[in-house]
């Protein structure tokens, strides 16, 4: 794929109700009419087993998750940590195909919440940029994350999604400059920020950093903005989502997998649940206002995201 | 002959290929790396002069161009050796690593982190970093630890920490991940020095330039020497830094580029080549070739030579593949074993078996070269740390055990 500028602004899709840019939409509108963030957990797809994604995506929506962000299996995973790494091992070494991933979600998003796919960009090379965008949309995929396609290579394969109502994803890192932020501050479905530099992972402690580096993102950026790696407990989720739009969660979530290997979407609508109900709005918490008012404060328009 | 551009762009191209397939967070880091090497090398004269001056008096530059009088008579054409294995740590390696830790210094970072296969990169990057006053951590694949004991050994020696690699294959290419994991996670201290011309942009064009002294002195050398340019310039491939920097100098002269990449057991089975049997792709944040199954993941690489058993390789050489400015040729284990004794008996020189594939290329060559075009290897390093291996795969062969 040939290298097309980083600040082209992506096509405007045409936008119809069944689109991934809609329903993403959607859902980040639903959770905060809820006054709560979107909450957006992750799992690998064929981990324990292809044949339990369903079951997990549709464990995932039942405790309340927002989007489920589905991770395909990729030999060389550079932004991942020891407990993604092994869950995409794993699935490699069971037989983990990608040929039967799409059809694997299209029997399960019918009933699932929006689904964004985490992947890296070799597979999707390998299978034909158009061919994957192709068979996750017909899949019923809403949007892609592509960890090691950063802005500046992401021209044709953002145009590519567009075309076809899907989003690609823009990360945003605390090492981002503001010339990046402005770059993605607008467009369809949401940014993805970063929460440290590193790689996903299981952390004990929140770094304090994440919500200074949370407000820096949502004064700069008109879309939603979700905030992952790292953000592990419901106390951290609660934290992170009084200050983002959305909070993503994967290595805590594929840990509780791997602990209960027989039954993954026990593992699944536990955890999740979990983390759901310490998001849920309490107004004896004053975080929200403040942050809104702080938004208001600094000149900007009203709650449009 | 093919006429190669400028490469890169600016957008870190060669051709279709290169570019920066990492995560956001390394961005502003490359956008650093980039602007701080511009300005070293067109603006700071200091600097050249420091990095000429440790070529010279710490290296030992310029390596020696050796006439190779009994393998000339065998190949039935004048073969001229580059001998990279006379540098100190013993090959091509020590050109890269000191030009870029150099470069860290200038840039205010502190910690040095590399990736190593066979060891003779993380034996480099050690090296300088004692000759530096820099710490140095060096991540290794499992598997490399334990075939490369003794190159372990002398890191730790030269004070640098080494990490096992666990994951994936437990390999160089593994041990390329974890290194790029750390450089994600402490990219504000810590400095990266790629071993090779792999990687996002500028390394690929960095590392080029670092090693590009090979073919600049190869090029006085031979002109001194044999009165005229070479026919044909030899290299092996793993990465590609030994070739290109060979390769680089002579781009604009009529002159035959050859990179020789490891078969391994051959190309039917287990191998290395990924120009030779490889499909475009990203790996280690580059667009290039690689091994790769149809569905994008990354194959395990097999080569006796654990500094080609790489499945990537620079995105300049894909470009000079594909616009057949070179050609890429590959050479099975038992071929470079070969002639690992042939270059030892004919000339008293031991090479290391990475460079002993180019050796191998050049000896099938007998008797269809031009009698008159001087032929230069690359003779990237020495075979001393290849010794203990290949004196045990003897010994398991002789026993009748299978080898590898
Ligand atoms: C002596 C020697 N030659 C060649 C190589 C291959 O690397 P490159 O292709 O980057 O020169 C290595 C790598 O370890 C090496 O040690």
């Given at each position: ?305 | ?48 002069r420091e990095l000429r001056g440790l070529l010279r008096d710490y290296v030992g530059r310029p390596s020696p161009l050796t006439y190779a009088a009994r393998i000339s008579d065998v190949v039935g054409a004048p073969v001229y050796l580059k001998r990279e294995d006379l540098n100190h740590t013993g090959a091509h390696k020590i050109n890269n690593t000191l030009g870029q830790a150099l470069l860290a210094r200038r840039m205010g970072k502190t910690r040095l982190i590399a990736e190593t296969g066979a060891g003779q990169h993380g034996v480099a990057t050690a090296t300088v970093a004692a000759l530096l006053g820099m ?69 690929p064009a960095m590392v080029r330039d670092f090693q590009s002294v090979i073919g600049q002195e190869a090029r006085r050398q031979i002109t001194k020497m044999a009165g005229r340019l070479p026919g044909m310039a030899v290299a092996p491939v793993g990465g590609g830094s030994n070739a290109m920097g060979l390769f680089y100098p002579f781009r604009h002269d009529p002159v035959d580029l050859v990179g020789v990449e490891a078969a391994g057991e051959g190309l039917q089975g287990r191998h290395a080549a990924s120009l030779v049997r490889g499909r475009p792709g990203v790996l280690h944040g580059a667009f290039s070739y ?115």
């Amino acid at each position: 794929m040939k290298g097309t500028k980083g600040s082209e602004r992506r096509e405007a899709p045409k936008t119809t109700a069944s689109s991934g840019t809609a329903r993403i939409a959607a859902a980040f509108a639903s959770a905060r009419a809820g006054k709560r963030a979107a909450l957006m957990p992750y799992v690998t797809a064929g981990y324990p087993t292809l044949a339990s994604l369903g079951p997990q995506l549709r464990a995932a929506g039942r405790a309340g998750a927002d989007l489920v962000e589905v991770g395909v299996p990729f030999s060389d995973p550079l932004a991942d940590g020891p407990v993604v790494q092994q869950a995409a091992e794993e699935a490699l070494r069971g037989g983990y195909r990608l040929g039967e991933l799409f059809s694997a979600i299209r029997e399960a998003a019918r009933d699932a919440p929006p689904l964004v796919l985490l992947t890296y960009i070799n597979p999707v090379l390998a299978y034909g940029a158009e061919r994957f965008l192709d068979e996750a949309r017909d899949a019923g995929v809403t949007g892609l994350i592509v960890p090691d396609l950063p802005l500046v290579e992401s021209g044709a394969l953002g145009r590519a999604a567009a075309r076809r109502d899907l989003v690609l994803v823009p990360m945003a890192a605390p090492t981002s400059t503001d010339a990046h932020l402005a770059a993605v501050a607008e467009g369809p479905g949401f940014v993805y920020g970063v929460s440290v530099t590193g790689v996903t992972g299981v952390r004990e402690r929140l770094d304090p950093e994440v919500l200074a580096f949370a407000d820096r993102l949502k004064a700069k950026i008109r879309r939603p903005v979700a905030i992952g790696f790292g953000i592990s407990t419901p106390n951290q989720a609660r934290e992170v989502g009084a200050r983002a739009d959305g909070v993503i969660i994967g290595s805590a979530l594929v840990r509780a997998i791997g602990q209960r290997l027989s039954c993954p979407e026990a593992a699944v609508e536990e955890f999740v649940a979990r983390i759901r109900q310490a998001m849920e709005p309490d107004d004896a918490t004053p975080t929200r206002s403040v942050f809104d008012n702080r938004r208001i404060a600094a000149g900007e328009e009203g709650p449009e995201r | 002959m093919t006429r190669v551009a400028r490469v890169p762009d600016r957008h870190g191209r060669f051709g279709r290929f290169g570019g920066r397939y990492v995560p956001e967070t390394l961005i502003p880091a490359l956008v650093e790396l980039e602007r701080a090497y511009q300005e070293v090398v067109v603006h700071d004269p200091a600097f050249t002069r420091e990095l000429r001056g440790l070529l010279r008096d710490y290296v030992g530059r310029p390596s020696p161009l050796t006439y190779a009088a009994r393998i000339s008579d065998v190949v039935g054409a004048p073969v001229y050796l580059k001998r990279e294995d006379l540098n100190h740590t013993g090959a091509h390696k020590i050109n890269n690593t000191l030009g870029q830790a150099l470069l860290a210094r200038r840039m205010g970072k502190t910690r040095l982190i590399a990736e190593t296969g066979a060891g003779q990169h993380g034996v480099a990057t050690a090296t300088v970093a004692a000759l530096l006053g820099m710490r140095a951590e060096v991540y290794m694949g499992q598997v490399d630890v334990e075939r490369q004991a003794l190159n372990v050994y002398r890191m730790n020696l030269l004070g640098a920490a080494v990490h096992p690699v666990t994951g994936g294959t437990a390999t160089l290419k593994d041990a390329t991940n974890e290194a790029i994991r750390d450089w994600v996670t402490n990219v504000r201290d810590t400095y990266y020095i790629i071993g090779s011309v792999v990687g996002p942009h500028p390394y690929p064009a960095m590392v080029r330039d670092f090693q590009s002294v090979i073919g600049q002195e190869a090029r006085r050398q031979i002109t001194k020497m044999a009165g005229r340019l070479p026919g044909m310039a030899v290299a092996p491939v793993g990465g590609g830094s030994n070739a290109m920097g060979l390769f680089y100098p002579f781009r604009h002269d009529p002159v035959d580029l050859v990179g020789v990449e490891a078969a391994g057991e051959g190309l039917q089975g287990r191998h290395a080549a990924s120009l030779v049997r490889g499909r475009p792709g990203v790996l280690h944040g580059a667009f290039s070739y690689l091994l790769q199954t149809d569905e994008g993941q990354v194959l395990p690489a097999h080569s006796v030579s654990a500094g080609l058993d790489y499945p990537g390789v620079g995105p300049e050489h894909a470009y000079y593949r594909e616009t057949g400015r070179a050609r890429y040729e590959a050479i099975t284990d038992a071929e470079a074993l070969e002639a690992f004794h042939r270059l030892s008996e004919l000339e008293g020189i031991i090479p290391a078996l990475e460079s002993a594939h180019a050796v191998a290329w050049v000896l099938k060559q007998a008797g269809r070269l031009p009698v008159d075009a001087p032929v230069i290897i690359n003779l990237s390093g020495r075979g001393d740390k290849d010794v203990d291996q290949v004196a045990a795969l003897e010994r398991r062969a002789r026993s009748g055990e299978v080898g590898g």
